[in-house]
């Protein structure tokens, strides 16, 4: 059983960034793909990045590529997202999951484990 929280989300205006962090116990961390989704109000829960075991292999959503960069620490057993020119449209709560492969979160949503979330609202 994993617990994964999630920290560093906030209120900024757009062009800034911030550094989401992913806290994962309970569990073989580095056995776990890891991955960020986020959900605005009234809208479907949406894929933004994953990292493989070994943080070798990584994928990203277009409305984001380019602006974040996905990162893990194993044996801090810590995951990390950081996001850079941040746009009003980044505005939704950020989860930390993990699970299988790395791959399979970029087209699946059951996860084996999530986070609680974490709010990212940016302002124009």
């Known amino acids: 059983q994993a617990q994964l929280v999630e920290s560093g989300g906030g209120a900024v205006q757009a062009g800034d960034s911030l550094r989401l962090s992913c806290a994962a116990s309970g569990s073989s961390f580095s056995s776990y793909a890891m991955g960020w989704f986020r959900q605005a109000p009234g809208k479907e829960r949406e894929f933004v990045a994953a990292?493989?075991?070994?943080?070798?292999?990584?994928y990203s959503a277009d409305p984001v590529k380019g602006r974040i960069t996905i990162s893990r620490d194993n044996p801090a057993n810590k995951m990390y997202l950081q996001m850079n020119n941040l746009k009003p449209e980044d505005t939704a709560v950020y989860y930390c999951?993990?699970?299988?492969?790395?791959?399979?979160?970029?087209?699946?949503?059951?996860?084996?484990?999530w986070g609680e979330g974490t709010q990212v609202t940016v302002s124009s």
């Open positions: 990292i493989g075991w070994f943080g070798t292999t990584t």
């Open positions: 999951a993990a699970d299988l492969t790395a791959q399979r979160m970029t087209r699946e949503r059951n996860m084996a484990y």
